[in-house]
């Protein structure tokens, strides 16, 4: 059974970091990317990660301030999401896909399986 689940999100005052992780089971060396919704607006592509992690690519709103990584031996990947703006308030999801093992456009239709969500609220 895949199963992906999400965690680290939380509120953070603006120009403050967070770490996201994604704990995933059931399959290896698969694609992983990240999405966000914020309130009253479609889900976006924030990033994603090849399957060896030798590939990343990034929505240009998050580019310079997030890096995407995953640890292979532990099943995890990263989103290190620094100089944090409210604008970067939203839920934000892993995903992962079971056939795709690169890291092109941030695309949710190549990536079938979701987490959960975790909240990131950027507030002063």
């Known amino acids: 059974q895949l199963q992906l689940v999400e965690s680290g999100g939380g509120l953070v005052q603006p120009g403050g970091s967070l770490r996201l992780s994604c704990a995933y089971s059931g399959f290896t060396y698969n694609s992983i990317a990240w999405f966000r919704q914020a309130p009253g607006k479609e889900r976006e592509g924030v990033s994603c990660i090849s399957s060896n992690g030798g590939r990343t690519n990034y929505a240009d709103s998050v580019k310079g301030r997030f890096t995407i990584s995953r640890d292979n031996a532990k099943n995890t990947v990263y989103l290190q999401m620094n100089s944090l703006t409210p604008e970067d308030t939203a839920v934000y999801y892993c995903?992962?896909?079971?056939?795709?093992?690169?890291?092109?456009?941030?695309?949710?239709?190549?990536?079938?399986?979701w987490g959960q969500g975790t909240q990131v609220t950027v507030s002063s």
């Open positions: 995903a992962a896909s079971t056939y795709y093992s690169g890291c092109g456009s941030i695309d949710q239709r190549r990536y079938p399986y």
